[in-house]
């Protein structure tokens, strides 16, 4: 009699949509991990109010980012490590979601 191998297969995991809304202009991006979708995010102006939407299948997460921090993240003249410090802040608002 002879023995059946098991093949475990990789299940596909959707990856993580970023939106982000600032000054009525939405910018979009993907990435495996919540740093990478928010990292991959380019928005040309970085003053005012955004508006941060997650997206993995079904499941949608929002968020208000305020001013300061929407600067620290994507402004021209920001320093590493206030951009790090503000990347941080990003990340405890969407821990335990994703």
């Known amino acids: 009699?002879?023995?059946t191998k098991k093949v475990k297969t990789k299940q596909e995991v959707p990856k993580i949509a970023a939106t982000l809304k600032v000054l009525g202009r939405y910018y979009n991006s993907e990435g495996e991990s919540v740093a990478e979708a928010i990292g991959n995010l380019k928005p040309e102006?970085?003053?005012g109010v955004g508006i941060l939407t997650l997206k993995r299948g079904d499941i949608l997460k929002e968020r208000v980012i305020n001013m300061s921090l929407v600067n620290n993240l994507f402004g021209k003249y920001?320093?590493?490590?206030?951009?790090?410090?503000?990347?941080?802040n990003i990340l405890i608002l969407f821990s335990g979601i994703f």
């Not at 920001?78 to 941080?88: H, S």
């Open 1 to 3: 009699m002879a023995k």
């Open 78 to 88: 920001v320093g590493n490590v206030q951009r790090e410090i503000a990347k941080k």
């Open 45 to 47: 102006m970085a003053r």
